[in-house]
């Protein structure tokens, strides 16, 4: 489930690529519904002559080169982190600069690691076997084979998409095993069931992916034996919003289990326990989550109130039911191991050999806390790591009570802690040198009143001494949807490029997100949605009223939901920015059921097949809200070609009806990259550098 989740943005969805949109039920007022042939030709041929004239006018600014050539120093500099996996008792990382653009997984021992300098054996090179190969591998993780944990199930895309080939690979020899599985591209979600069989949800053929691209037919696919042969061990139905999902969850102490998800709506799933006698459907909420497993104790996390065996899990909560329960099928009494308060929520749970881990948002500071149990219940312990913070778990490992955690703030450059779950006193272990002159800058958080008086935080990083009449160019992002949280993060590249150059950069928590738990969602989702955009429009308000800027030097961007966030207030409030970036988004939100991976969030957006929902859908829809013969800003909207998820037809489709009104625009779209646009390292500067060109231009000058 969380990797369905990260699928969402950050952010972050299955089949043989993103479905071909029917445009017969294409309105008769649409000229510009032929944009959603995804590789057309005619299509493609419009591309190309957009991405003439912004790449002429973005690279061809004389900021450009310097730009670019900062982002791809920070991308590629040796002197980052290496984010730590620990596998089979090594330190494993995936990794990409100058010499390695798509990366090398490679490993060290443990103690190597915590020197400066640590002795790196490449196990994979996905450069070269791009160039054996004549593709444009890039990396998507890998499934490790449990408990040894000496062969893992490479995911491989070509170019970015979230469609995907598996491939066996020894990690003991370095290579991929000779007659292993090698399953062909899809969209599609694995899990080990033992050595020799691997549970699969793919595209099987005809009448085995819902509307949105995802599977919903599960099977077991053994060694030796061609997909054919696979037995279908679970189906569930068409209409599905999202489709099926395997996990296997074990622990420290031998206990071993499978599990699958029917992802009915985006929120909303059946968690099924497979057994000998088949899947056995388990009564828990539909909004919930297996978070792990640790001495036979499954952990829960619930997305809303779930009451059972006479105890009120609250939603947003961790819980804790005991495996055997689930096998018996007895009645579930579950255990509390968290539950938040009105400013927290909960952000990562990981599982150690006898320890859970818990990151936790504080009013959008991290927190982390070890949780134990025994015989008389569970106990928490807090642990200690810098404030004004976002704290993550890099990594652990239910081999041992090691693990990894990762912070950061605006300011300070990443540190890694290295944590004993046993006697949580953490110690730090590596640290990245600085990026940017930080010297003379503060971080503050403030709020904003909304149009229903609920107070919106907001972070702004700004020169202590900066005049406050509103001179200040500044650029201020958000997400606000899908339960995902935006905290504090070293931006480097900001940094550098922005920041350093004496502007602004905020950050604002609006609703939608998951900054405070599954209320702060659903207080935006649906035909709640404008709530959002108001949130984000009084953080703005707020801000000039602070003269911290004013709208002529006030830029604002986002990305996935956030680009549909972008899109909406570049309509409805055109007067209050001068710049807006526009990222990989969903803009036309009449059709976006059709596109891509669309119909996977009607439980987030709405479905214009109900009445109500469509009304609001065609009131905030940014494609459908362009104005012939209205001023706005000047936008710059970039997508990617391989977009299997959002697609990039929202953003062609958003730029022609500009170029119909004679609205002046910015298009550009990568030809590689997937949803976020990161097929390699260069990708990823040429993008930040032509955006932050944009913005110079926009609201820097006279």
């Known amino acids: 489930m969380k990797r369905m989740m990260s699928l969402v943005c950050a952010a972050l969805l299955t089949g043989a690529g993103a479905p071909s949109p029917s445009t017969a039920s294409a309105p008769a007022d649409d000229p510009h519904v ?35 050539q900062d982002a791809l120093a920070i991308a590629s500099a040796k002197d980052r982190i290496a984010m730590p996996m620990l596998i089979d008792g ?137 997909l054919v042969a696979a037995k279908e061990i679970y189906r569930g139905e068409a ?111 990981a599982t150690t050999k006898d320890r859970v881990i818990l990151s936790i948002n504080d009013n959008v500071r991290g927190r982390v806390r070890v949780l134990a149990s025994d015989d008389k219940g569970w106990t928490s312990q807090p642990v200690s790591l810098p404030d004004n913070a976002t704290i993550g778990i890099a990594t652990a490992t239910d081999k041992s009570n090691k693990a990894y955690l990762a912070v950061a703030g605006f300011l300070a450059p990443t540190t890694l802690w290295a944590l004993d779950a046993t006697d949580p006193k953490p110690v730090q272990v590596k640290a990245m040198p600085a990026r940017f002159d930080t010297s003379g800058l503060i971080v503050e958080q403030y709020e904003a009143a909304s149009t229903d008086g609920m107070k919106i935080p907001y972070f702004i990083v700004r020169r202590k001494d900066a005049s406050k009449d509103g001179s200040t160019p500044a650029i201020m992002t958000a997400y606000g949807g899908f339960e995902v949280s935006m905290t504090p993060s070293y931006a480097a590249t900001t940094g550098k490029l922005w920041l350093e150059r004496g502007n602004s950069f905020v950050l604002a928590n609006i609703r939608g997100g998951g900054e405070f738990g599954p209320a702060w969602h ?103 809200n362009i104005r012939k013969g209205v001023k706005y800003p000047m936008p710059y909207i970039w997508t990617t070609t391989k977009d299997d998820r959002v697609g990039p037809q929202h953003a062609r489709k958003f730029a022609a009806r500009l170029k119909e009104y004679g609205l002046p625009y910015l298009f550009y779209e990568d030809t590689a990259g997937g949803h976020s646009g990161d097929a390699d390292i260069e990708q990823g500067a040429r993008l930040q550098a032509m955006q932050m060109v944009y913005f110079s231009r926009a609201l820097e000058g006279e």
């Open 34 to 68: 032929w944009l959603e042939d995804w590789t057309g030709p005619r299509a493609m041929q419009w591309v190309e002559a957009e991405n003439k004239a912004t790449v002429a006018t973005l690279q061809g600014d004389p900021r450009y080169a310097g730009y670019y």
């Open 90 to 226: 090594r330190v494993f990382n995936f990794w990409r600069d100058t010499e390695h653009p798509q990366g090398v997984w490679r490993f060290t021992s443990e103690a190597d690691y915590a020197s400066d300098a640590p002795r790196w054996i490449t196990v994979l090179d996905l450069d070269a076997l791009s160039k054996a190969e004549g593709k444009k591998w890039v990396w998507k993780g890998a499934t490790l084979l449990d408990p040894d944990e000496k062969r893992a199930l490479i995911n491989l895309s070509d170019g970015g998409e979230d469609a995907v080939t598996l491939r066996e690979f020894d990690l003991t020899t370095g290579q991929f095993v000779p007659g292993g599985f090698d399953i062909p591209t899809s969209k599609q979600n694995e899990a080990w069931l033992d050595g020799d069989t691997v549970l699969l949800a793919r595209d099987w053929g005809e009448g085995t992916m819902t509307a949105s691209g995802y599977p919903f037919v599960l099977k077991g696919v053994r060694r030796g034996e061609p």
């Open 239 to 349: 209409s599905d919003q999202v489709g099926v999902y395997p996990m296997v969850l074990s622990d420290g102490q031998g206990n071993r289990a499978a599990f699958l998800y029917r992802g009915v709506t985006f929120f909303g799933n059946e968690t099924f326990l497979l057994t000998a006698q088949g899947p056995k459907k388990l009564p828990l909420p539909t909004r919930s989550n297996l978070q792990g497993m640790v001495a036979g104790q499954v952990l829960i996390q619930t997305g809303e109130n779930w009451t059972s065996g006479g105890v009120t899990v609250p939603a947003g909560s961790l819980a804790a039911v005991p495996l055997k329960a689930l096998e018996s099928g007895e009645a579930l009494k579950p255990a509390i191991l968290f539950a938040p308060n009105a400013r927290q929520s909960l952000d990562g749970v």
């Open 522 to 624: 659903e207080a935006g989702r649906k035909t709640k949605r404008q709530i959002i955009y108001d949130d984000f429009t009084a953080v703005a308000k707020d801000i000039f009223a602070r003269g911290f800027s004013s709208p002529r030097r006030f830029g604002i961007y986002g990305g996935s939901n956030g680009g549909l966030l972008m899109g909406v207030e570049f309509n409805q409030h055109r007067d209050l920015w001068n710049a807006v970036t526009i990222q990989v988004p969903l803009l036309d939100m009449i059709r976006y059921e059709q596109i891509a991976a669309g119909a996977s969030w009607v439980d987030e957006y709405g479905s214009v097949a109900v009445p109500e929902e469509k009304a609001f859908l065609e009131k905030i829809s940014p494609y459908a």
